[in-house]
């Protein structure tokens, strides 16, 4: 399996809602862990309610248990090519076509 590079943004109310300490933690774990389709687990869900950790919905989402107030979930996006992704986001300078975006449950 090769390193990929993705664009990482999250929502400004995962930013307003989940501690600092919390975020950082499910940023960090969602960059070692999301993966293209057909490689691994291309969505997560970060549950208070989780105990451990399972995979589900055919082997692409990964469920996490999480110390954040609300359940949280990170999105792999595709854009099939990195042109596309530059379109899509207005910034040139990107070198990935992979969009990752972490979010509350209520904000997907």
Same mark, same amino acid.
Do not use: W
């Given at each position: 399996?090769?390193?990929?590079?993705?664009?990482?943004?999250?929502?400004?109310?995962?930013?307003?809602?989940?501690?600092?300490? *919390?975020?950082?933690? *499910? =940023?960090?774990?969602?960059?070692? /862990?999301?993966?293209?389709?057909?490689?691994?687990? $291309?969505? *997560?869900?970060?549950?208070?309610?989780?105990?451990?950790? /399972?995979?589900? $919905?055919?082997?692409?989402? =990964? *469920?996490?248990?999480?110390?954040?107030?609300?359940?949280?979930?990170?999105?792999? $996006?595709?854009?099939?090519?990195?042109?596309?992704?530059?379109?899509?986001?207005?910034?040139?300078?990107?070198?990935?076509?992979?969009?990752?975006?972490?979010? =509350?449950?209520?904000?997907?």
């Amino acid at each position: 399996m090769t390193a990929q590079h993705y664009f990482l943004t999250t929502t400004s109310q995962f930013l307003r809602t989940v501690p600092p300490e *919390i975020a950082s933690e *499910i =940023l960090n774990q969602t960059l070692d /862990r999301i993966m293209p389709e057909g490689e691994g687990q $291309d969505f *997560i869900v970060f549950s208070p309610e989780a105990r451990d950790e /399972r995979i589900e $919905d055919e082997g692409r989402t =990964l *469920i996490l248990p999480t110390k954040a107030p609300r359940k949280c979930y990170a999105k792999l $996006d595709d854009f099939g090519s990195v042109e596309a992704l530059r379109d899509f986001s207005g910034l040139p300078a990107l070198h990935t076509q992979y969009l990752v975006t972490v979010m =509350l449950a209520e904000d997907y």
